[in-house]
């Protein structure tokens, strides 16, 4: 299962399912067919490999799909503030690319995840639980991994009530800021 966060992304993916004998699901967040660019040049993006976007030391923050642009947004402002952010986006979900995860906070100590989903038995608490459940991961935290994700309510219809619940740049600074007390 992949979750691309840019047009390039998307069509690596695909390039990929398509070359595979494998049965896989993409699911395409709906910002990428409005977002207008080019692909001139594209290759096959591997399965169960996540892309470092931003590199970084203080606080790893692990994301996919529409969740990318409020990390990057996150890391942009709090680059004026010397905080350095290392964002990786997960692409595929299933196989999901934990060696990265774990590498980067071996680096850092702290955890930001951001999805889209519910709270509650999302993909983000998995992330968080397969992080802490193992020992020598575990002893990488320096606090307590932070989870922002959208209340557990359904998404309404209403654009503004639908920003309203979904992620948004002041969680995604508060819960970092939470992991560097």
């Known amino acids: ?24 699901l993409i699911l395409i967040p709906k910002h990428i067919m409005r977002m207008r660019t080019p692909v001139e040049n594209y290759q096959a993006i591997p399965w169960g490999k996540a892309a470092i976007r931003r590199v970084g030391g203080d606080v790893t923050v692990v994301t996919w799909g529409n969740c990318l642009e409020l990390a990057e947004q996150a890391a942009e402002r709090l680059s004026s503030e010397d905080i350095s952010i290392e964002i990786i986006d997960l692409l595929t979900l299933v196989p999901c690319d934990w060696e990265t995860i774990e590498k980067s906070l071996s680096k850092t100590g702290r955890l930001v995840v951001i999805n889209e989903d519910s709270r509650t038995c999302s993909f983000g608490q998995a992330v968080i639980t397969e992080m802490i459940s193992m020992p020598e991961r575990f002893n990488y935290f320096l606090s307590p991994p932070q989870l922002v994700a959208r209340a557990d309510v359904p998404i309404p219809y209403n654009p ?22």
Not at 1 to 24: C, H, I, K, R, Y
């Open 1 to 24: 299962m992949a979750v691309p966060s840019t047009p390039t992304d998307a069509v690596g993916l695909f390039w990929s399912a398509f070359q595979d004998e494998d049965p896989s």
């Open 160 to 181: 503004v009530l639908e920003y309203a619940v979904l992620p948004d740049l002041t969680r995604v600074l508060e819960a970092i800021y939470t992991t560097l007390e």
